[in-house]
């Protein structure tokens, strides 16, 4: 019973931080979230959920040496017509704009 309700515990006080914005994301300061406003970065990965009435897309993608990002699984937001063109189970090149958080093209391989 301790064991859950310290799992629990531990669990509600993590949720803030995963929950963070871009900007906080791990090899994200506060500059380089200024300096990446209107960019976007390039990375590779596969399409593991869609989800069209919340709009995004989740991928799990490989290393984004330009965030210092490890290889992970996101959700991002997505447009209507990179929601319509990803498939799951889907190889992709995708282009993220990470001062939106948004994946603005993406192209299967």
């Given at each position: 019973?301790?064991?859950?309700?310290?799992?629990?515990?531990?669990?509600?006080?993590?949720?803030?931080?995963?929950?963070?914005?871009?900007?906080?994301?791990?090899?994200?300061?506060?500059?380089?979230?200024?300096?990446?406003?209107?960019?976007?970065?390039?990375?590779?990965g596969v399409?593991?959920?869609?989800?069209?009435?919340?709009?995004?897309?989740?991928?799990?993608?490989?290393?984004?040496?330009?965030?210092?990002?490890?290889?992970?699984?996101?959700?991002?937001?997505?447009?209507?017509?990179?929601?319509?063109?990803?498939?799951?189970?889907?190889?992709?090149?995708?282009?993220?704009?990470?001062?939106?958080?948004?994946?603005?093209?993406?192209?299967?391989?």
């Amino acid at each position: 019973m301790k064991l859950v309700l310290a799992a629990t515990a531990a669990l509600l006080l993590a949720s803030p931080a995963l929950a963070r914005p871009m900007a906080s994301m791990p090899g994200m300061s506060a500059k380089d979230h200024a300096a990446m406003s209107g960019k976007t970065v390039q990375g590779t990965g596969v399409v593991t959920a869609v989800d069209t009435k919340a709009g995004k897309v989740t991928l799990h993608h490989g290393p984004i040496a330009e965030l210092s990002w490890p290889a992970m699984t996101m959700a991002f937001k997505a447009s209507a017509d990179v929601l319509k063109s990803a498939k799951v189970g889907q190889k992709v090149a995708f282009s993220l704009n990470p001062a939106t958080s948004e994946v603005v093209a993406i192209q299967p391989q």
